[in-house]
């Protein structure tokens, strides 16, 4: 019997144990390890943000599913891996004795840790910025965008900015659809004409997203996720700062570098910006007791799989290949990484250093549906590493197709959504030998109320699957902390108010 090890059960985590429950759950031990007892719909927490949806709705406990799929749960953070000796420490989230968990696969799928750090003054916890990238910290970012909702109904005019928050960062995709979502609440109170609404963000043009844009097929024309997501912004009157790297944020102003070498400012009274994301900060420890992470992750934490490392940009773009395809350790064949945990071998867009020597890029990003599909394909090679002794299953991001649905506003009646439809992520210029590198006949783009409807049908069937899955309300979701009840106490007549979590203890930073 194989004793498999997945830490983390969000997209690439939870698809991996889905499909090894399903597939060998009976035969061999499969253990997930996660921070919280629940998988977060990470894509709906912008509604979250702006009190449109109650955090419950986006979350499904973990223990009940994989109890039908013959999967142990441990609710817990892991501190330190011992590959000589096939091992991990676990510090428990009932704050008991740190556990040892053995393993003879073991899947890193713990996503980013949110390096707030790298940006002095940013984040919830140390800084002056909101965050949407955990849950807990969603729910700050939802109630202190809605106090400032109460000072609009007073008659304040205020300037809100959403984007990156630090040179390198990703997830731009999440940014926009948190300052569309915002732009259409503020409609719906009527009280978007007192908003100045910001998008600042270091991607080279708007619509680049850390893939270095699109041209894709809309309404017959080909044209650019540029002039596609400038038409959305210009519509919604969003004015857009682009090509620019946050350095450092106080409680007033967000202080930038731009391309061109020149600093800058910008005032906010509400911002919510996107850390850099690094790798989680697991201690990897030799048989001696010696730190090995060098042999396990790049120096950014990310776990080291089955990439080419060190290719200048002008290279990797040549070489597909240099992706990875198997999603396995060079050091330790029986450790896979999956999702946002895997070191990415660089840039997809094209990397910009300033004048000053900043580096001002986008870093690739892994969304949801391309971290779960690595889910699938590393838990598929654990398979046939236990099965043929070899991973037999590839599938590079220069091979993958990937949908997004960006949604713009929740409401099934006048929300909408930018549908992005792209293949291969990374692009193949050998295989596609046109100014993108990506097939253009599937590649496309749409914007529509249908979006919001695909986006809504994506969330009620995670929906339906935690109502099935639990005959009671969850421990997760019945918490309600302190900080959240203040809130509601002090959430005005007539506005309702959801019942809120603190998911377990939560260390925000590292998520
Ligand atoms: C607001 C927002 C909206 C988004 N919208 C979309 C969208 O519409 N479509 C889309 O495709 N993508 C979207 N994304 C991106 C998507 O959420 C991520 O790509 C995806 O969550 C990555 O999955 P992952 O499993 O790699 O990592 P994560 O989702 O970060 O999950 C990692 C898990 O590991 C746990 N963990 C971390 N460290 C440890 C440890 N030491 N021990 C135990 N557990 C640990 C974490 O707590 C977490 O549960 C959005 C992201 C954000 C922030």
């Known amino acids: 019997m194989a004793r498999i090890v997945i830490v983390g059960a969000d997209f690439a985590g939870h698809t991996a144990a889905l499909y090894l429950g399903d597939k060998i759950g009976k035969q061999h031990e499969i253990t997930v390890i996660n921070r919280y007892d629940y998988f977060g719909f990470v894509p709906s927490w912008v509604w979250v943000g702006v009190g449109q949806m109650a955090p419950e709705q986006t979350t499904i406990p973990l223990k009940k599913v994989y109890d039908r799929k013959h999967v142990k749960f441990i609710q817990g953070a892991v501190t330190e891996v011992h590959p000589d000796e096939n091992y991990l420490l676990v510090s428990p989230a009932d704050h008991g004795e740190l556990r040892r968990v ?18 002095p003054g940013l984040g919830p916890s140390a800084g002056h910025t909101v965050s949407i990238c955990t849950l807990d910290h ?17 008659g304040e005019r205020l300037r809100f900015v959403v984007g990156t928050g630090h040179p390198g960062a990703t997830c731009q995709g999440a940014a926009l659809e948190y300052i569309s979502n915002i732009h259409k609440d503020l409609l719906k109170r009527r009280l978007r004409n007192r908003v100045d609404l910001v998008y600042l963000s270091n991607e080279r043009a708007l619509g680049d997203f850390g893939i270095g844009g ?22 919604y009157g969003i004015i857009t700062e682009i090509q620019k790297g946050v350095l450092k944020v106080d409680e007033q102003r967000i202080y930038w570098e731009d391309f061109a070498g020149c600093y800058g400012e910008t005032s906010y009274d509400f911002a919510m910006l996107i850390p850099q994301f690094t790798g989680q900060p697991l201690k990897y420890i030799g048989r001696d007791g010696s730190d090995i992470a060098e042999r396990v992750v790049a120096p950014n934490g990310l776990v080291k799989v089955d990439a080419t490392y060190g290719l200048d940009y002008e290279t ?3 070489q597909p290949d240099a992706w990875p395809a198997s999603y396995q350790n060079p050091s330790y064949p029986n450790i896979f990484a999956a999702g946002i945990a895997f070191a990415p071998p660089g840039p997809i867009s094209i990397p910009h250093v300033t004048p000053n020597g900043t580096s001002i890029s986008a870093a690739p990003p892994r969304t949801g ?22 991973a037999t299953h590839h599938e590079r991001m220069s091979e993958m197709f990937a949908a997004c649905v ?25 295989r596609y030998p046109n100014a993108e590198g990506r097939d253009m006949f599937v590649t496309h783009m749409e914007l529509g109320t249908g979006g919001a409807w695909m986006k809504r049908l994506v969330h009620e069937t995670s ?49």
Do not use: C
């Open 369 to 390: 549906m391309i971290a779960s599909i690595i889910g699938r394909v590393a838990a598929l090679n654990i398979l046939s590493m236990i099965e043929q002794g070899q």
């Open 138 to 154: 969603t729910l700050h970012a939802r109630d202190t965008y809605l106090e400032q909702v109460r000072r609009l109904e007073k």
């Open 102 to 119: 053995a393993y003879d696969y073991l899947m890193i799928a713990t996503g980013p840790k949110l390096n707030f750090a790298a940006t």
């Open 316 to 318: 990797l773009r040549r």
């Open 214 to 235: 699109l041209h894709a097929r809309y309404k017959g024309k080909f044209i650019s996720s540029e002039e596609f997501i400038t038409a959305i912004y210009r519509e």
């Open 406 to 430: 960006a949604s713009m506003g929740g409401s099934l009646w006048d929300g909408e959504a930018a549908t992005i439809i792209i293949y291969p992520v990374v692009p193949d210029y050998q």
């Open 463 to 511: 929906r339906s699957s935690r109502r099935w899955t639990t005959a009671s309300a969850p421990e997760a979701t019945r918490r309600i902390d302190d900080r959240q009840r203040t809130t509601a106490q002090r959430r005005p007549a007539g506005r309702p108010s959801s019942v809120v979590e603190n998911p377990a203890r939560t260390s925000g930073e590292q998520r």
